[in-house]
């Protein structure tokens, strides 16, 4: 069977497994400059693949400036990069999938550092040392680098459409496939701009169209708007208006907000939400998930639970 088929098989696994975590990987700090130490996951492999995956939430936006990852997540992240190496581990015991060849894989929080790192070891077949960085293996400061470094063949993720689309500007320079697994973006349909990107989930077209199908469903004709700041917001938020306006319905208000924003701009929404009521009562939602956590929250600390039906994925 030919790599693709096993690409393709990696897919349908990870669909299946990925809420379960099945083993624990073998871990190895990678090379580290003077000014960071960052940790990877590594499986090793006769074909490595690269995969990205949110291992940390984003920090508030007051802590932005200390460029510090925020707290683990345990089901979106840890569980993904599990699911990963369980699935890697099937393929290759299968015999009459890939016989011979074993594939490998490396994993990093980080996606646009880890993203020149898989360029890098694709462009290069022997790491040079000569620039007096040190290796790191299991904590050890004394363990050697491998003598080389296999090519990345593709990059799996990462889940964020506008982090997917940083990536994708980057790795398609050296003809790099990526695979994402949530990244959703009517932008990323474009192959003129994203040639060397692939997805194993529809765009928000989709998405955009059944949330007017729930709002005309409910005969709700004068709703209020809100999205993430950012690509996938933006874009899904646009197609979604477009829509309701061929289809005659009213947006009372439409705001935006950064997922990772302070609680007094949550709370600042929140009021000229209410401004609209008691007509504007459903609010449809083009949001990241930490973004509805965010308006949730608001609306508890308001004590205006109940005043708002939010509809959204």
Known sequence: MTLL?????????????????????????????????????????DIIIGAL????????????????????????????????????????????????????????????????????????SIRDDKDGSRWCIDGDPSGQPPSTKKPIVGVIGPGSS?????????????????????????????????????????SDTLQARALLDIVKSHNWTYVSAVHTEGNYGESGMEVFKELAAQDGLCIAHSDKIYSNAGEKHFDRLLRKLRERLPKARV????????????LLMAMRRLGIAGEFLLIGR
Not at 75 to 101: C, K, S, W
């Open 5 to 45: 088929n096993a690409f393709s098989t990696l897919y349908l696994s990870l669909g299946l497994f990925h809420v379960f975590i099945f083993c624990k990987p073998n871990y190895e700090r990678s090379l580290i400059p003077s000014s960071a130490t960052r940790l990877v996951a590594r499986m090793d492999g």
């Open 53 to 124: 995956f949110s291992v940390h939430h984003q920090p508030s936006a007051e802590k932005v400036a200390e460029r510090k990852c925020g707290e683990i997540r345990e089901q979106y992240g840890i569980q993904r990069v599990e699911a990963m190496f369980h699935t890697l581990d099937r393929i290759n015991a299968d015999p009459n999938l890939l016989p011979n060849i074993t594939l490998g894989c490396e994993h990093s929080s980080v996606a646009l550092e880890q993203s020149i790192e898989f360029i890098r070891d694709s462009l290069i």
């Open 162 to 202: 506008s982090v997917a689309i940083q990536v994708q500007n980057l790795l398609q320079l050296f003809n790099i496939p990526q695979i994402a697994y949530s990244a959703t973006s009517i932008d990323l349909s474009d192959k003129t701009l994203f040639k060397y990107f692939l997805r194993v989930v529809p």
């Open 283 to 294: 609010v449809v939602c083009f949001c990241e998930g930490m973004t509805v956590r965010g």
